[in-house]
């Protein structure tokens, strides 16, 4: 059997999240420092390993404070947990574009299976001769879920920080050269 490797271009993909602030608006972030890729058995996406690895302190939202906040221990407590981590544990074929991948996502030393519906973008060749392949993948979380409790109580009611987390991936990878059989 015959395996695909594939790494993805952090510099051509995004880590992107939305949570609702104060009831009314929302706030947009994302994670400046990943790395991760996946292997596929056979080249089946139906069959891949997906592994990544976030580098927690690399959160950004635009605002100077808001950062240093998500990662003081009231969010993120960068200084015990650097790193988020999701590894895939099933994949599941929808249509030729549409898969869900199950996985875990550690976030705060707590681990909480999650699900990713993903849309296959498609595969091409670079200027440089390289295989590159692109993805998009969302899924909602509970902050709560993994210990995300930070929260302050509005006067006119409602919390200053929503429960529920939108997150949003864009993926390029780039097969690597060398296809090993197993």
Do not use: C
């Not at 939202?61 to 003081?72: I, P």
């Not at 919390?159 to 997150?167: C, H, T």
């Amino acid at each position: 059997m015959t395996f695909e490797k594939w790494q993805i271009d952090s510099g051509h993909s995004g880590i992107h999240f939305s949570v609702r602030h104060m009831v009314v608006a929302k706030v947009r972030g994302k994670f400046a420092r990943w790395n991760g890729g996946f292997v596929a058995e056979g080249g089946d996406l139906a069959r891949a390993q997906v592994n990544v690895i976030i580098d927690a302190s690399s959160v950004e939202t635009g605002v100077e404070e808001r950062d240093a906040h998500l990662k003081s221990a009231d969010f993120l407590d960068i200084t015990s947990f650097p790193e988020i981590t999701f590894n895939s544990s099933s994949v599941e074929k929808q249509s030729d574009e549409k898969f869900r991948v199950t996985g875990d996502l550690t976030i705060r030393g707590v681990t909480r299976e999650v699900v990713l519906e993903v849309e296959y973008a498609g595969r091409t060749k670079d200027p440089w001769g390289n295989e590159r392949a692109g993805f998009t993948a969302t899924t909602t979380i509970e902050r709560k879920d993994f210990g995300l409790t930070w929260n302050q109580v509005l006067e006119a009611g409602g919390l200053v920080v929503g429960d529920r987390v939108s997150i949003e991936l864009e993926v390029e990878a780039v097969q690597q050269s060398g296809v090993k059989a197993a």
